[in-house]
């Protein structure tokens, strides 16, 4: 079992739709949950960050963390072409030092 | 310039050639790390540099091998490389000491071994 699930999609939406992303996760350990946003033929670039469980908003983005479930999603409202690219959840234990540990990315395809 | 710069943004090289990779930040960073993304694999931490010093080898094979002169500087210098090594190599860098998962990234050098 991955230490980190997360479905490769391709997740395809009409401009305008919510795009709900998420990943689970097996090490009770983690404590810091991040989702990176990495554009076609670009290096990843952090987009939310929480720690410990609760939700984060951010704009047109929501990260939610539920550490009893192992379980951390991602919501894009109002959805635009320009979201389209793929995401990659990641996390952090705090004995690790700075050792992400990424999901394998999910492609999102925002349609116009 | 600003953020993490990679260069050669694209390299091609055969199995017996030797190569360098080389990251650059401007963040006033100490922590730099090198990782590996193939296609549908998460990303894989290869390195990582403490103010100047390796403190993670990720049982990388000795074909890759990383030098930090300093905390701005990362190389990837790859020899006698075998096809499954042909992928993005990703550099990073955070802040250094207690780190809390923010990297910033370069956009990757795309090797292909032949």
């Known amino acids: 079992q991955k230490e980190v699930e997360q479905d490769p999609g391709p997740l395809s939406v009409p401009e305008g739709a919510i795009v709900s992303l998420n990943c689970t996760y097996s090490n009770s350990a983690f404590q810091y949950f991040m989702w990176y946003r990495q554009y076609s033929r670009k290096g990843p670039e952090l987009l939310m960050y929480?720690?410990?469980?609760g939700n984060k908003e951010d704009g047109r983005f929501t990260a939610q963390v539920d550490k009893s479930s192992k379980y951390i999603s991602l919501f894009i409202r109002d959805s635009q072409p320009s979201d389209s690219a793929t995401y990659l959840c990641a996390m952090l234990a705090k004995a690790a030092g700075n050792k992400l540990t990424f999901g394998g990315g999910t492609r999102v395809l925002v349609k116009p | 310039e600003t953020g993490v710069t990679q260069t050669p943004r694209h390299l091609v090289m055969g199995m017996t050639n030797k190569k360098s990779l080389k990251c650059e930040q401007h963040l006033g960073h100490n922590a730099m790390y090198w990782y590996k993304q193939s296609a549908k694999k998460p990303l894989e931490l290869m390195f990582v540099y403490n103010f100047k010093e390796q403190t993670e080898n990720n049982s990388v094979p000795s074909r890759f091998s990383p030098e930090c002169p300093n905390s701005s500087h990362l190389f990837l210098h790859l020899h006698t490389l075998q096809p499954e090594d042909s992928a993005l190599y990703l550099c990073a860098s955070s802040p250094g000491g207690k780190d809390t998962g923010e990297l910033f990234f370069g956009e990757g050098s795309r090797l292909t071994v032949l």
């Open positions: 929480t720690y410990s469980s």
